[in-house]
């Protein structure tokens, strides 16, 4: 099976210090910053990279993809 974005923005997530907290409704998941509490959903049926980007921006990554 096709992974997509799922694991790098999880790994990216992970390294920037969120995290997870819990499912969410449906195939998302909830990540949470463990200072700031910045409260993040990411799908785990992530395929665009679009999204992708959009999520690692919310949790001030920048542009990643």
């Not at 997870?20 to 998941?29: F, L, Q």
């Not at 509490?37 to 001030?60: C, E, F, M, Q, Y």
Request: charge should be positive.
């Amino acid at each position: 099976m096709v992974d997509g974005y799922y694991t790098a923005i999880r790994q990216a997530l992970v390294k920037a210090g969120f995290e997870y907290v819990g499912n969410a409704k449906g195939s998302h998941e909830k990540w949470q910053h463990a200072e700031t509490g910045k409260l993040l959903l990411v799908p785990r049926n992530l395929k665009s990279r679009h999204t992708a980007n959009a999520i690692a921006k919310d949790a001030g990554l920048g542009k990643l993809f």
